[in-house]
Nanobody, 124 residues
Framework: QGQLVESGGDSVQAGGSLKLSCAAS????????MGWFRQAAGKEREGVAA???????IYADSVKGRFTVSKDTAKNTLYLQMNSLKPEDTAIYYC??????????????????WGQGTQVTVSS
Protein backbone atom coordinates (compact mmCIF):
# COMPACT_ATOMS: atom_id res chain seq x y z
CA GLN A 1 0.00 0.00 0.00
CA GLY A 2 1.11 3.52 -0.69
CA GLN A 3 1.47 6.13 2.00
CA LEU A 4 1.51 9.92 1.87
CA VAL A 5 2.51 12.04 4.86
CA GLU A 6 2.09 15.81 4.75
CA SER A 7 3.92 18.31 6.94
CA GLY A 8 4.57 22.03 7.13
CA GLY A 9 1.15 23.36 8.00
CA ASP A 10 1.09 26.28 10.41
CA SER A 11 -0.61 29.54 11.37
CA VAL A 12 0.69 32.64 9.59
CA GLN A 13 -0.27 36.25 8.98
CA ALA A 14 -1.71 37.35 5.67
CA GLY A 15 1.08 38.03 3.21
CA GLY A 16 3.31 35.38 4.73
CA SER A 17 4.70 32.18 3.24
CA LEU A 18 4.65 28.47 4.02
CA LYS A 19 6.13 25.41 2.37
CA LEU A 20 4.24 22.14 2.61
CA SER A 21 5.90 18.77 2.10
CA CYS A 22 4.44 15.39 1.24
CA ALA A 23 6.60 12.30 1.62
CA ALA A 24 5.53 9.32 -0.47
CA SER A 25 6.40 5.72 0.27
CA UNK A 26 5.33 2.17 -0.34
CA UNK A 27 3.77 1.50 -3.73
CA UNK A 28 3.73 5.20 -4.72
CA UNK A 29 6.56 5.35 -7.18
CA UNK A 30 8.67 8.33 -8.09
CA UNK A 31 7.03 8.69 -11.49
CA UNK A 32 3.51 9.08 -10.13
CA UNK A 33 1.31 12.08 -10.80
CA MET A 34 0.82 14.05 -7.58
CA GLY A 35 -1.33 16.92 -6.47
CA TRP A 36 -2.35 19.22 -3.65
CA PHE A 37 -5.94 19.75 -2.61
CA ARG A 38 -7.53 21.75 0.15
CA GLN A 39 -10.76 21.78 2.07
CA ALA A 40 -11.97 24.75 4.06
CA ALA A 41 -14.55 24.37 6.80
CA GLY A 42 -17.98 23.89 5.31
CA LYS A 43 -16.70 23.73 1.73
CA GLU A 44 -15.94 21.00 -0.76
CA ARG A 45 -12.43 19.79 -1.40
CA GLU A 46 -10.79 21.67 -4.28
CA GLY A 47 -7.72 21.09 -6.36
CA VAL A 48 -4.90 23.56 -5.80
CA ALA A 49 -1.94 22.36 -7.86
CA ALA A 50 -0.69 19.21 -9.52
CA UNK A 51 2.41 17.90 -11.24
CA UNK A 52 2.25 15.17 -13.85
CA UNK A 53 4.64 12.27 -14.27
CA UNK A 54 6.71 14.15 -16.92
CA UNK A 55 6.70 17.27 -14.72
CA UNK A 56 3.92 19.42 -16.21
CA UNK A 57 2.34 21.65 -13.58
CA ILE A 58 -1.19 23.04 -13.36
CA TYR A 59 -2.76 25.41 -10.85
CA ALA A 60 -6.15 26.58 -9.73
CA ASP A 61 -6.82 30.16 -10.84
CA SER A 62 -7.08 31.25 -7.21
CA VAL A 63 -3.42 30.38 -6.50
CA LYS A 64 -1.69 31.11 -9.81
CA GLY A 65 1.31 33.34 -9.32
CA ARG A 66 1.37 32.70 -5.56
CA PHE A 67 1.81 28.93 -5.17
CA THR A 68 4.45 26.69 -6.73
CA VAL A 69 4.29 22.89 -6.83
CA SER A 70 7.49 20.88 -7.21
CA LYS A 71 8.75 17.37 -6.73
CA ASP A 72 12.07 15.95 -5.55
CA THR A 73 12.17 12.64 -7.37
CA ALA A 74 15.19 11.36 -5.45
CA LYS A 75 13.39 11.89 -2.15
CA ASN A 76 9.98 10.94 -3.55
CA THR A 77 8.63 14.10 -1.93
CA LEU A 78 6.13 16.66 -3.20
CA TYR A 79 6.25 20.30 -2.16
CA LEU A 80 3.93 23.28 -2.26
CA GLN A 81 5.52 26.69 -1.80
CA MET A 82 2.82 29.16 -0.81
CA ASN A 83 3.56 32.88 -0.94
CA SER A 84 1.39 35.97 -0.42
CA LEU A 85 -1.02 33.92 1.66
CA LYS A 86 -4.55 35.20 2.13
CA PRO A 87 -7.15 34.40 4.80
CA GLU A 88 -9.14 32.55 2.14
CA ASP A 89 -6.24 30.10 1.80
CA THR A 90 -7.11 28.77 5.26
CA ALA A 91 -7.91 25.06 4.93
CA ILE A 92 -6.70 21.56 5.50
CA TYR A 93 -4.25 20.76 2.71
CA TYR A 94 -4.06 17.24 1.35
CA CYS A 95 -1.53 15.52 -0.83
CA UNK A 96 -2.69 12.96 -3.39
CA UNK A 97 -1.11 10.58 -5.89
CA UNK A 98 -2.04 8.37 -8.82
CA UNK A 99 -0.01 6.32 -11.27
CA UNK A 100 -1.04 8.43 -14.29
CA UNK A 101 -3.08 11.56 -14.85
CA UNK A 102 -2.12 12.77 -18.31
CA UNK A 103 -0.81 16.32 -18.18
CA UNK A 104 -2.07 16.75 -14.63
CA UNK A 105 -5.44 16.88 -12.91
CA UNK A 106 -7.14 18.96 -10.24
CA UNK A 107 -10.04 16.53 -9.99
CA UNK A 108 -10.04 14.70 -6.67
CA UNK A 109 -11.66 11.60 -8.17
CA UNK A 110 -8.62 11.16 -10.43
CA UNK A 111 -6.41 10.26 -7.47
CA UNK A 112 -6.00 6.92 -5.73
CA UNK A 113 -3.86 7.74 -2.70
CA TRP A 114 -4.42 10.45 -0.10
CA GLY A 115 -2.59 11.80 2.90
CA GLN A 116 -4.16 12.73 6.21
CA GLY A 117 -3.84 16.47 5.68
CA THR A 118 -2.09 19.40 7.33
CA GLN A 119 -3.78 22.54 8.64
CA VAL A 120 -2.94 25.94 7.20
CA THR A 121 -4.42 28.98 8.93
CA VAL A 122 -3.94 32.50 7.59
CA SER A 123 -5.02 35.39 9.78
CA SER A 124 -5.69 38.93 8.62
Amino acid sequence: QGQLVESGGDSVQAGGSLKLSCAASGSIYRGYCMGWFRQAAGKEREGVAAISSPGTTIYADSVKGRFTVSKDTAKNTLYLQMNSLKPEDTAIYYCAAVSWCGSGSLRSNAYAYWGQGTQVTVSS
